[in-house]
C-alpha cells in the first residue's frame, strides 16, 4: 500500500513539473505506457488471487485514472501556456496606420444637383436635360430673344465656330433651351426641372464663364404665380432643411415670361454664416415668371388653353449658400484640398426620408 | 441709371423719404443698385462758429480755440488746422462722433496738456473731399448748431437703378417718376412742354430717303440761328456731373439733360458745317465716318445715317460725327429729334460694338409721340442758354403708329397672377399707368400709352397690374400632386450617371468638374482641336477649344495639384466630351485618372498607377451602371493617348463602351506630370439599359470541386482565350475558371509562357466521383490544346 502512495506522489510530482508536453508525454509513457509502472500494476493484478484483487484492482484503477486525470489537466495547463507564449510573439504595434486606401469625394455640384432633383421629384418634376452646344433658336428666338433684341446683350453668348453646313451654335446661356425641347416634344401636363452647365462670356470674382443652372417648368391649364410661390417656398424649405423661409418677389424682365419675377430670400448673415428664415438681409436666389404666351406658341402649345411658370436658379450658388463655399470659381480649380474640404462621401446620398445632408 | 433725389423731384410731388422711394421703385421692379447718401455719412455733424483762436500755450502750430456749437456754453477746441481762426463757421464733431474717414469714435482728448471737447473737420476727414490742408470754412449764411450736411449741400442723395431691357419708358428721370406716381407715391408734376414759335422758314429741309421700310420713319428738326455757345448753367452742370456725364458746352449739355430728363436723344448739328439739307438714308457700304467718340467707323447698307448732301454726318441713333458737331464757335445749328427703328439701332450698335446713350434708348424704345416735344424743348433751353433765333419746325415721315387695343378679361389676372383683383382697381391701376381703358362687355379694351411699347398682350397687362398693386399679396398656392406617392422620375441614363459617380467616388476618386473648353494644343492630344471645335469668342485664349473628352481637364487639373505638392492622385469627372460643334454632338463621358508611383507604406510596396486599376475601375464602373457582371470582350487596342501596350477597349459589337489603360508617355509629359498615369474614358450614353430582374435561384447541394492546371503556350496568346477555351470544355459542369499565375522565364521555354487556372466543376445532379472529375480535366486540357496549342505544364 505504501508503494502504491509512494509511488503515485512520485508520478504527480513529476507531472506537476513537467516543463512542455514533451516532457508530459516522457510521464505519461513511464506511467502508463506499455511498460508504465501502472500498467506493469494492473498486468500484475492478473496473477493476484480474488481477494488481493478484490483489494488491489480498486486501488490501481483509481491511481490510474487519477493519473489520468492529473495527466489531461497539466496538459491543457501546458496548451494554454504555449497559445499565451505564441499570442504574446505575435503582438503588433496596433498603432500603426492601415493599408493605403483613397477616400473619394462627390463634388458639391453633383451633390446638390441630387439634392435638388430629389426635392423636385416628390413634386412629380422629371429631370430633362439637353446639349451643350444648342441652336441660337433654342436659345433664344424661341424664347422670345429674336437677334435684335436688347436682352441678347445681358446674355455675354459663346459662339462656337461656324460650321462646314454654314451654321453656327451657342453654348447655351441657360438651361431655358431644353425647357423648348420639351414642350417641343411633350404635351402638357408637363413638370420638369432642367439642371446644366451653362455658359457665360463673364469672368470675375462672382462669375465663372461656366456655371450650372436648374430650371423648372409647369405648364398646364391652372397653375398661376400663387403656385410658383409655393413651389419656391417649399423647395427652399426643403432644400435649406429649415422649417420657414420668407421670400420676396421683385418685378423683373425675362422675354421668355411674363409677368417675371426674381426672388429674395429672407436671411440673416450677421454671424459671417447665412441663416435663412431670420434676419433682416435679402439674397436674390432666383429669376423666374409665367411662361409668355408667344414662347408657349412658339413651342406649339396654344396659349389659349395653357398656362404655367419658369424658375431658375444657379445650382453652384445653391451650393455656395448652403455649404458656405466662399468662391464660385474655385469650384472648377480641381484643388485636391477644396474637393476634399468640399466634396462629399460616395454614400452620402441625399434622400427626403433621411434627409439631403448629415 | 443714376439721379439725384431733386432731379427727381423736378417731376414727382412727393414726401416720401429716399428710403421709402428706393424700396418702392424695387418693388415696381426698377431695382435699386444703391442709393448713395453722402449727407447720411455726416448726419451727426452740426454746424459751428470759432468764437476766438488763440495759440495754443504749449504748442505754436495748434491754436486754442472757443466755439460756440449752438449750445449755452462755448466749448474749448484744440485745432491744428492753419485756416482756424475766430469770426469764421466750420463743421463741427462732438465728442462720440464717428469720423468717416478713420471709422473711430471721436473722444474728449487732451493735447500738449489742453483739454479738447471736439474737432473741426477737414473736407478729407468727412470723405467728402480729398482737401486735407485746413478745416472746411462754411458759407456766413449757415446756422450754427444746425446739422452740417445742409450747410454741405449733401442733402441731395443719389439714386442708381438698374433697368430691365424692356423698360425703355423708364430710362429717363420723368419716366421713373411717371412709374413711381402710378405706384401711389406722389403726384407727376411734369411741366408740359410748350412750342416755341418759329420766326422764319427752316433753311434746311429734312428728307427720308429709304427704299423700303423706313429705319428713321419720322424726323423733326429745326434751325436756331445767332446762338452763343459756352458753358451751361452751373446747375446743369451739376446735374450731369452727378449722374456721371461730363459736361461739355450748352449746346451738348442741353442734348444729355433732355436723354435723361425726358428719355429723348437729340442731337445738334452746326449748321454751318452742313453742306444743303439733311437727310436720314442708309449708308452706302464702306462709307466712313468720325463719330464724337473720336473713331472711325466703316459703315454699311444696313446702317441708317443722318446726311447731308455730301455725306453721312451721324449715325442714326447711336452716335453724332466729329465733323458737324457743335464748338465753341458755333453760330447756327441745326437739332434733329428723330425717331429710328429699334432694331435696326440695335444691329447697328451691334456690328460697330458701339454703345451710346441714345443707342440705349433707341434701341428699347422712346416714347414716338415725343418727337417734336423734345425738339421743342431743346429750342426753349437753347435760346435761354445760348440766345439765337429759331426756325419753323420741319417735318418728314409720320409719328410711327403705336396705338393698339388688346382685349383683357379682368379675370386674367386670378387666373394668371393668382391675386383676386377688384374690376375697378385694375381699371385704376392701368389708368394711372397711361393705359386707355374702356369697357366692353364683360372684357376691357385697353390701350397702352405711347411710351410704352413693351406691351404686347394680355400677360403684359397682368404684370403691370400685379406689380403695382403689390406682389407681397400674391399668395401661395400649392400645387396638386400627380400621385399621392410620388413615381420615380430618373430616366435610366440619369441613373447610370449617379450610380457611376458614387461609384468612382467609392473607389476613392475625388469627383472634379472643370471647364469645357480647353487649350486647343491639349485637345489635339485627344483627337480634337479641329476648327469646328472651335470657339469663336473665348474667354482667354487658352480655352478656346471645347475638349473631345474630360481627360485633358482632369489632367491639367493634376499638373496643378502636383505642383502644390500632392503626388498621387486619383481624379474623375462625369460631363461631356464634344465630337462635333454641332448640338447633339455631345457625349457624357465618366472619364478618370489615377496618377502617380503609389501611396508609400509599411505594408507593402509602392503601388504604381497601372492598366489593371484603371480595368478595374472600368469594370467596376460599367457592372454598377448595368446592374449585371461585365461580359463584353476586351480588345487590346485604345487610341492614340493611350500606352499601345498596355491598353484596351471594351465594346459590345461596334459600339465602343469604354476605353483604359496607362497613357502614353509623350502625353504625360506633355501635362508636365510625374508619371504613371493610367486613365478611363466611359461613354455612358452607350451602356445599355439594363435588363437584368432577379430570377429564381437553388443552390445545387452536391460537393462542388476545383482543380488547377497549369499550361505551357506560346507568349503571345491572350489569358481570355485560354480561360474562354476551358470554359467551353463542359459548360453545364464548370461555373468558373480563373487565372491565378503567370509565370515566364526559368523552367519555360523562350517565348513561351505558363497560365495556371483553377476551374470549379459544380454538379449539380449528383456528386462527381474521381472518374468524372479525372474525364472533364482530360476535356479541358484537350480544348485547351486545341484553341491555343498549349500543353500542360510538366
Known sequence: MTDISALERQILDTIASAADEAGLETVRVSALGKKGAISDLLKSLGGMSPDEKKVNGPAFNGLRDRVQKAIAAKKLELEAAALNARLASERVDITLPVRPEAAGTVHPVSQVFDEVVAIFADLGFAVAEGPDVEFDDYNFTKLNIPPDHPARQMHDTFYVAKQADGSQHVLRTHTSPVQVRTMLNQKPPIRIISPGRTYRVDSDATHSPMFHQYEGLVVDEVTHLGHLKWVLEEFYKAFFEVTHVELRARPSYF???????????????????????????????????????????????????????????????????????????????????????????????????????? | MKFPLSWLKDHLETDADVQTIADKLTAIGLEVETVEDA???????????????????????????????????????????????????????????VIPVSGETLKIGTIRGVESRGMMCSGRELLISDDHDGIIELPDDAVVGAPAATALGLTDPVIDISFTPNRGDCTSVWGVARDLAAAGLGKLKTPKVEPVAGKFPSPKTITLNFAGKPACPFFAGRVIKGVKNGPSPVWVQDRLKAIG?????????????????????????????????????????????????????????????????????????????????????????????????????????????????????????????????????????????????????????????????????????????GLKIEKERIVEILTHLGFSVAENGTALKVSPPSWRSDIDGAADLVEEVVRIYGLE???????????????????????????????????????????????????????????????????????DALRPSPLPSLLAAAARNQARGFTDLQLFEIGAAFQSGLPGGQQTFAAGIRVGAGVRSWTKAAHPADAFDVKADVLTALETAMGSPMTAPIKAKAPAWYHPGRSGTLALGPKVLAVFGELHPSVVAAFDLTGPVAAFELILDAIPDSKTKKTSFSPSPYQAVERDFAFVVNASVSADEVVKAAKAAERALIETVAIFDVYEGKGVPDGKKSLAITVRLQPKDKTLTDTEIEAVGQKIVMAVAKATGGTLRA
Open chain 2, 473 to 543: 399679396h400674391v399668395p401661395s398656392a400649392p400645387m396638386t400632386r400627380p400621385n399621392a406617392i410620388a413615381r420615380p422620375v430618373l430616366t435610366s441614363s440619369q441613373k447610370r450617371r449617379r450610380l457611376v459617380r458614387r461609384a468612382l467616388a467609392a473607389r476613392g476618386f475625388n469627383e472634379a468638374v472643370t471647364y469645357s473648353f480647353i487649350p486647343r494644343a491639349h485637345a489635339a492630344l485627344f483627337g480634337g482641336g479641329d476648327d469646328a471645335r472651335q470657339l469663336e469668342n473665348p474667354i482667354a485664349a487658352e480655352m
Open chain 2, 245 to 417: 456725364l461730363r459736361p461739355i458746352n450748352a449746346l451738348v449739355d442741353v442734348t444729355n439733360l433732355i436723354s435723361h430728363d425726358r428719355g429723348r436723344p437729340l442731337h445738334v448739328f452746326d449748321a454751318d458745317k452742313l453742306s444743303g439739307n439733311v437727310q436720314a438714308r442708309l449708308a452706302h457700304d464702306g462709307e466712313k465716318l468720325l463719330a464724337l467718340d473720336g473713331k472711325t467707323y466703316t459703315l454699311d447698307s444696313e446702317m441708317c445715317v443722318i446726311a447731308d448732301d455730301t455725306a453721312a454726318q451721324s449715325i442714326g441713333g447711336v452716335m453724332g460725327g466729329e465733323d458737324t458737331g457743335s464748338s465753341e464757335t458755333t453760330t447756327t445749328v441745326f437739332v434733329e429729334s428723330a425717331w429710328f427703328e429699334p432694331v435696326s439701332v440695335a444691329a447697328t450698335g451691334r456690328k460697330l460694338q458701339l454703345m451710346s446713350d441714345a443707342r440705349y434708348r433707341f434701341e428699347r424704345g422712346v416714347d414716338p409721340e415725343f418727337v417734336v416735344p423734345g425738339l421743342e424743348l431743346a429750342t426753349k433751353l437753347i435760346l435761354e442758354w445760348c440766345g439765337g433765333e429759331p426756325s419753323d419746325i420741319v417735318v418728314a415721315g409720320e409719328v410711327p403708329a403705336w396705338k393698339r387695343e388688346i382685349a383683357f378679361a379682368p379675370g386674367t389676372v386670378e387666373r394668371i397672377g
Open chain 1, 255 to 358: 422675354p421668355f415670361t411674363e409677368p417675371s419675377l426674381e426672388w429674395d430670400i429672407r436671411c440673416d448673415r450677421s454671424g459671417g454664416q447665412i441663416k435663412f428664415g431670420t434676419g433682416n438681409d435679402w439674397l436674390e436666389v432666383a429669376g423666374s415668371g409665367m411662361v409668355n404666351p408667344r414662347v408657349l406658341e412658339n413651342c406649339g402649345i396654344d396659349s389659349g388653353k395653357y398656362q404655367g411658370f419658369a424658375f431658375g436658379g444657379g445650382i453652384d450658388r445653391l451650393a455656395m449658400l448652403k455649404y458656405g463655399i466662399p468662391d464660385i470659381r474655385s469650384f472648377f480649380e480641381s484643388d485636391l484640398r477644396w474637393l476634399k474640404a468640399y466634396g462629399f462621401a460616395a454614400l452620402d446620398i441625399p434622400t427626403l426620408d433621411g434627409g439631403l445632408s448629415r
Open chain 2, 39 to 97: 449727407g447720411a455719412r455726416v448726419k451727426d455733424f452740426v454746424v459751428a462758429y470759432v468764437i476766438s483762436a488763440d495759440k495754443h500755450p504749449n504748442a505754436d502750430r495748434l491754436h486754442l480755440c472757443s466755439v460756440d456749437v449752438g449750445g449755452k456754453e462755448p466749448v474749448q477746441v484744440v485745432c491744428g488746422a492753419p485756416n482756424a481762426r475766430a469770426g469764421i463757421k466750420v463743421v463741427f464733431a462732438r465728442p462720440g462722433t
